[in-house]
């Protein structure tokens, strides 16, 4: 618990203070309460599969008060939760910068933009802002393991999107049988509200190390890429249909600039 304590004291909440939001361990949204009331600091995450809970006597130091009052509350410490949650995180190391899409405006607008805000409000993936470098950040998750993350640029800057590992694993948002693969997040969680599985590729290729995953998780796949890309597509099928059942679903446009209705519509 002590490494606990060591993120929940990070968060600046004053004495007689409350707290209720996002959980700086596990990322769930609005589950984790803190309170710091008559010298003891105490939290808890109501998520049924996080471990975040615990108490302290609470004494801060002339400096925390200094960063409690310049700062106030921060999302999470940058260190390694490898240290802080047992199995949270397999080996990446989430930077202190993210914190809460409703606390950027342009992060909130560029997830409505491209359609992709339903699925964060259905909890069907978890997204933070990167106040650093100004980015929509999708966290690439294993179940409930943080693997790594992606960020989207917020303005008129490169790289568009930025990996922030070499994650081995792919952004998936939603479940089912059949996983359909896409070229980003966004597309991926248009799918995923629609009630299908959206698997993005960050590209137009499969990484080696998502096949195993891919197959482990669904009975067929299908590729839905636009219209520039087709013979990407009907390569990446013809290579698939070896492993895995595979067909292809070309586009007009990318699935991010269809409305969740018009995906399902699409798709099924």
């Keep these: ?57 609470y004494e801060p130091s002339a400096q925390e008060i200094f960063t409690q009052a310049r700062s106030g509350y921060r999302h999470a410490s940058g260190q390694d ?9 397999s080996g990446y190391k989430v930077p202190s910068s993210f914190i809460n899409v409703r606390q950027s405006d342009k992060c909130v607008k560029y997830l409505y933009d491209n ?14 802002y990167d106040k650093s470098l100004d980015r929509c950040v999708f966290l690439v998750k294993n179940g409930s393991y943080i693997e790594g993350a992606v960020g989207r ?15 081995a694993y792919p952004f998936i948002c939603g479940k089912g049988k059949e996983g359909i693969l896409v070229e980003d997040c966004p597309s991926a969680c248009v799918i995923g509200a629609a009630g299908l599985s959206g698997v993005a590729l ?22 839905a890429l636009d219209r520039d890309a087709t013979n990407k597509a009907l390569d990446m099928a013809r290579e ?29």
Aim: charged share 20%.
């Design 1 to 57: 618990m002590g490494n606990q304590i060591d993120i929940v004291e990070s968060m600046g909440i004053p004495s007689g203070g409350n707290f209720r939001g996002d959980c700086p361990f596990c990322f769930h949204k609005n589950s984790f309460s803190v309170s710091r009331q008559d010298g003891r600091l105490m939290w808890y995450c109501f998520f049924a599969d996080c471990s975040a809970k615990g108490n302290t006597i």
């Design 81 to 89: 939760y490898r240290h802080h949650v047992s199995g949270r995180v």
């Design 115 to 128: 359609n992709s805000y339903e699925a964060y409000k259905l909890d069907l993936c978890d997204i933070v």
């Design 153 to 167: 640029a917020l303005g008129n800057f490169k790289p568009k999107w930025y990996m922030y590992d070499s994650s």
């Design 202 to 223: 960050l590209g137009t290729s499969i990484k080696p190390s998502y096949m195993d995953i891919l197959l482990g998780l669904y009975e067929s796949l299908v590729v």
């Design 240 to 268: 698939l249909s070896y492993y895995i059942p595979t067909t292809v679903r070309i586009l007009e446009r990318d699935l991010k600039h269809y409305t969740v209705s018009e995906a399902k519509e699409i798709l099924e």
